[in-house]
C-alpha cells in the first residue's frame, strides 16, 4: 500500500503544484491524450482477448449439470443453453451474483476446525460502489450536452431526493465515498487479504477517493461556477477547446486524476468492466456432455500407428522376444504378394 499511497502523492503533488502554471497542457492536452490512451489501450485488450484460444468448455459452475431427466438441472448456475448463459451472465454483470454467494472461512481455535459462513457485506458495499460510480459518471454527462436530456435531470432529481443543502446534496456522492472505504479497510485489515494484495489493488482504490474527494469539494465546499466548468467542458467535446478564466485549481486537480484514471483503466485490472464479457468461465454453456467440443486451433496431427511402430522395429521386437502381430516372414510374403 506505501508505494500505491507515495504514487497519489506524487500525482496530487503535480497536480496542485504544476497544473496551475501550464493550464494548456493540464486542462487540454492532457484530457485529449488519455482519452485516445483510454480508447486505444481497451480496444487493444478486448482484441487481445476475443484471439485468444479456448480450447474446452471451462465454465465454472455452482449447481448441478443437466444429465438425467428425472436429476433438475441449475439453469442458471450450470447453464445448459444460450438463453440460461445470457440470464447467468445478465446477473452476474447487473447484481454480481457469484459475489452474493461469497463464503468466509475461519480457523477457530476449538478442535481446531474450519468455519464456514455467509459473508454479504462485500457484495453490498460492491454493488453500493459500482452502482453510484455509474450514476455519478451518468449524471457528468449533464456537462457535456446541450440541452441536457431529460433522462439526466430525472436522475439528477432522483439522485437529490432527500432535498439537503444548497447545493442538494446527492446521495450517490456518500455511497461511493463508503464503497471505497469499505474496500480500501477490507484490504488493509484482513491479515490474509493483505497478505496478497499487490500495489496494482490499492492504487485504483485511492485513485477513485482522490477523484470522488475533490469532486465533492469542488461542489459542496470550493464554490465553483457551473457555467464556466461548462463551457470549458463543451470545449473539449466540440473540438474547440478554450481555458476560460475563473476554473479553480481544484479543478484542475480532478480533472488531472480523472486524464490519470483513464490511461490507467486499459492496463490495470479495472479492465474486468470489459473482460467480463469475454471469460470463458462465464459466457460458456456447461455442455460437455451433449455436445462435443472440437478445438479449432490445434493443427492436423500425424500418427505414428501401431502397425508402422511394429514394421520400423520388427526385427528387433524379435530377436529380443516380444510378441509381433506380423511375423517378418508373414511381412515378406505380404510385401511380395503387394509388388506382384
Known amino acids: 500500500m506505501i508505494f500505491s499511497l507515495l504514487a497519489v502523492i506524487v500525482l496530487g503533488g503535480i497536480a496542485c503544484l ?18 485516445m490512451v483510454f480508447i486505444g489501450g481497451f480496444v487493444w485488450r478486448i482484441m487481445h482477448w476475443a484471439k485468444s484460444p479456448v480450447p474446452f468448455r471451462i465454465p465454472t459452475t455452482g449447481g448441478q449439470q443437466r444429465s438425467l431427466d428425472f436429476i433438475k438441472p441449475a439453469r442458471l448456475d450450470s447453464p445448459f443453453t444460450t438463453a440460461g448463459t445470457i440470464g447467468r451472465m445478465l446477473l452476474e454483470v447487473l447484481l454480481f451474483r457469484s459475489l452474493f454467494r461469497n463464503t468466509r472461512a475461519e480457523l477457530r481455535k476449538d478442535g481446531p476446525r474450519m468455519v464456514y459462513w455467509s459473508s454479504k457485506w462485500l457484495w453490498l458495499f460492491a454493488l453500493l460502489f459500482h452502482y453510484s460510480f455509474l450514476l455519478i459518471f451518468m449524471r457528468h454527462f449533464r456537462f457535456f450536452l446541450e ?3 431529460f433522462c439526466i435531470t430525472a436522475m439528477e432529481s432522483l439522485d437529490g431526493l432527500m432535498q439537503i443543502g444548497i447545493p442538494r446534496f446527492y446521495m450517490t456522492d456518500a455511497l461511493i465515498i463508503a464503497g471505497l472505504v469499505f474496500l480500501l479497510c477490507r484490504r488493509i485489515f484482513d491479515y490474509k487479504l493483505r497478505y496478497i494484495s499487490l500495489p ?23 464554490k465553483s461556477d457551473i457555467a464556466t466548468i461548462k463551457e470549458f467542458t463543451m470545449g473539449l467535446v466540440t473540438l474547440a477547446p478554450t481555458l476560460p478564466e475563473g476554473l479553480p485549481p481544484l479543478f484542475y486537480f480532478h480533472l488531472f486524476f480523472v486524464s490519470a484514471l483513464l490511461i490507467y483503466f486499459p492496463f490495470s485490472k479495472l479492465m474486468h468492466m470489459g473482460g467480463i464479457f469475454l471469460s470463458p468461465t462465464r459466457n460458456l454453456p456447461n455442455n460437455s456432455r451433449a455436445v462435443h467440443h472440437e478445438n479449432p486451433w490445434n493443427p492436423p496431427k500425424k500418427f505414428h500407428t501401431y502397425a508402422a511402430y511394429e514394421d520400423d522395429f520388427r526385427e528387433l521386437m524379435e530377436e529380443a522376444g516380444l510378441p509381433v502381430d506380423i511375423t517378418s516372414e508373414e511381412a515378406a510374403a505380404r510385401a511380395g504378394t503387394a509388388k506382384e
Open 147 to 149: 440541452p441536457v436530456p
Open 18 to 35: 504544476v497544473a496551475p502554471s501550464v493550464p494548456y497542457l493540464f486542462g487540454i492536452a492532457l484530457p485529449y491524450a488519455a482519452v
Open 200 to 222: 496494482n489493488d490499492y492504487f485504483p482504490l485511492l485513485l477513485l477517493l482522490c477523484i470522488a474527494g475533490s469532486g465533492i469539494l469542488l461542489r459542496y465546499f470550493v
